[in-house]
């Protein structure tokens, strides 16, 4: 028996330019590259130097702070770059491909003899456990403390989200490999939309599975930990974006670190929105070579989608965790006459305040990036409850967060929450403030004042 949870709060945003269900082939790219940035909390430490060959599998570099967390190439290669930044910090190696695609072959997992430590130790071997996150904090996790459950969200609402289920389309049983490897170390729940019920991605007996409908952000692993399981002071949690699960399910039936994905590459700024199964670390580049739409407009590339990815520029690589490339436009030459006073009828508004909401929901809007005025004192008028179904008060929680009260913080459920689940906030925000990165800053101070 699936429980049913129906989420009221929330915002579904359609944009122009989601990905059709068919797959093109990209050539195999010649460098690939992994950043440290893209794995929250961790102090990196370079194992290669370049020149140095390395198989598909092979550890670029590690965690400081454990040594145990690898964090692997996604090629074999010679290691052509390690690129440094301010105060020599580590911003991506690079490995330049061989076109042979040779792996670091280890003995396949028999997950009915298993235990839970030795899946733990051949996911920490393998560089899978880089793509397990964890709550409080939203950072990788630790290897010493073992959660209390495991969660995976199997679809987002996002706009211009990949869809899942046509993603893993073909990799099914890696999926369901993948849970049950991950059931042997903690009690795993899935998340699931309406629509996925009856698709091949279950059952998976070891797993529990809860069905979720409504809007945006339903499809968010913060919101299913928080309606199924909360958190609790002392308590941990981790996180796999479904993607990392198939990873996990390959290895563990063929003991090779398969760092393929199924991306999608969408935005009004592409001419053909679709999919690509690509490598982690592929070149921005290599994705969108013939994809680009001809236009004057100046356009913006999002390493990820338009809510939660970051700004990319042609010659960055794909992210470790982002399921979509998308080019939207920047609106930094837009020079609109009379401003907000005109009656506006392709613009969408959360309060009505343009024709556009005559035209329906479903209805489709060719967005840019612009904030559309300046940061203002924080309105407490409700906005953001509207939108967060998570049983918490993010405005006061916000506020806890820029006056630096930590107790208050704890007392409001930040242990919870991630950047991600005050996107659609943001979105609606009236006084145009960086929530994502405000909850990022107070996460990350927590975590140093509780370490």
């Known amino acids: 028996m699936k429980a049913l949870y129906k989420i009221k709060k929330g915002l579904d945003l359609h944009l122009e330019g989601e990905a059709a269900h068919k797959v093109r082939t990209i050539k195999p790219s010649a460098v690939y590259a992994l950043s440290p940035d893209d794995f929250n909390?961790?102090?990196?430490?370079?194992?290669?130097?370049?020149?140095?060959?390395?198989?598909?599998?092979?550890?670029?570099?590690?965690d400081k702070a454990t040594e145990k967390i690898h964090f692997?190439?996604?090629?074999?290669?010679?290691?052509?770059?390690?690129?440094?930044?301010?105060?020599?910090?580590?911003?991506?190696?690079?490995?330049?491909?061989?076109?042979?695609?040779?792996?670091?072959?280890?003995?396949?997992i028999a997950i009915d003899k298993a235990s839970g430590s030795d899946i733990l130790a051949s996911l920490l071997k393998a560089g899978l456990f880089a793509f397990v996150r964890q709550r409080p904090y939203d950072v990788i996790a630790s290897p010493?403390?073992?959660?209390?459950?495991?969660?995976?969200?199997?679809?987002?609402?996002?706009?211009?989200?990949?869809?899942?289920?046509?993603?893993?389309?073909?990799?099914?049983?890696d999926f369901k490999t993948g849970l049950r490897a991950l059931a042997k170390m903690a009690p795993v729940h899935l998340g699931i939309s309406p629509e996925q019920i009856n698709t091949p991605l279950l059952p998976v007996k070891e797993v529990q599975v809860s069905v979720f409908?409504?809007?945006?952000?339903?499809?968010?692993?913060g919101v299913h930990i928080n309606h199924v399981d909360p958190i609790n002071?002392?308590?941990?949690?981790?996180?796999?974006?479904?993607?990392?699960?198939?990873?996990?399910?390959?290895?563990?039936?063929?003991?090779?670190?398969?760092?393929?994905?199924?991306?999608?590459?969408?935005?009004?700024?592409?001419?053909?929105?679709?999919?690509?199964?690509?490598?982690?670390?592929?070149?921005i580049a290599d994705l969108l070579d013939?994809?680009?739409?001809?236009?004057?407009?100046?356009?913006?590339?999002?390493?990820?989608?338009?809510?939660?990815?970051?700004?990319?520029?042609?010659?960055?690589?794909?992210?470790?965790?982002s399921r979509e490339v998308c080019v939207i436009p920047e609106g930094d030459d837009v020079d609109e006459v009379l401003g907000w006073i005109m009656p506006r009828t392709n613009d969408f508004s959360t309060n009505h305040s343009y024709f556009?909401?005559?035209?329906?929901?479903?209805?489709?809007?060719?967005?840019?990036?612009?904030?559309?005025g300046g940061e203002r004192h924080m309105i407490m008028s409700g906005e953001y409850e509207r939108v967060f179904p998570m049983d918490i008060f993010p405005e006061h929680l916000v506020k806890a967060i820029i006056t630096g009260d930590i107790d208050k913080q704890e007392e409001l459920g930040i242990y919870e929450v991630a950047p991600e689940d005050f996107a659609v906030a943001e979105f609606v925000d009236s006084s145009k403030l960086e929530l994502q990165r405000i909850v990022r800053e107070g996460l990350d101070l927590l975590r140093k004042e509780n370490a």
């Not at 010493?144 to 389309?169: N, Q």
């Not at 409504?214 to 692993?221: Q, R």
């Not at 981790?238 to 670190?257: E, K, N, Q, S």
């Not at 556009?356 to 559309?372: A, E, F, M």
């Open 41 to 62: 909390g961790i102090v990196p430490r370079v194992v290669v130097k370049e020149g140095q060959h390395v198989d598909a599998g092979d550890p670029l570099f590690v």
């Open 72 to 108: 692997v190439s996604p090629v074999s290669g010679t290691v052509a770059a390690i690129v440094r930044g301010d105060r020599r910090k580590l911003l991506h190696v690079s490995v330049q491909s061989d076109g042979k695609q040779t792996y670091r072959q280890d003995s396949p």
């Open 144 to 173: 010493e403390v073992m959660p209390k459950a495991i969660f995976v969200s199997a679809f987002s609402k996002m706009p211009l989200a990949a869809d899942f289920s046509f993603a893993v389309e073909g990799h099914e049983d």
């Open 213 to 221: 409908a409504g809007p945006n952000p339903a499809g968010n692993v």
């Open 233 to 283: 002071k002392g308590e941990v949690v981790w996180t796999l974006d479904p993607g990392a699960v198939v990873m996990i399910g390959r290895y563990v039936a063929t003991g090779r670190v398969i760092m393929e994905r199924r991306i999608a590459v969408a935005g009004s700024g592409v001419t053909e929105p679709d999919y690509a199964d690509v490598l982690v670390g592929t070149p």
């Open 290 to 321: 013939g994809r680009l739409a001809e236009t004057d407009r100046h356009m913006r590339i999002i390493n990820g989608n338009p809510l939660v990815g970051y700004k990319s520029e042609k010659d960055g690589f794909l992210g470790a965790f």
């Open 356 to 372: 556009s909401w005559l035209q329906g929901r479903s209805r489709r809007y060719n967005l840019d990036c612009r904030i559309k």
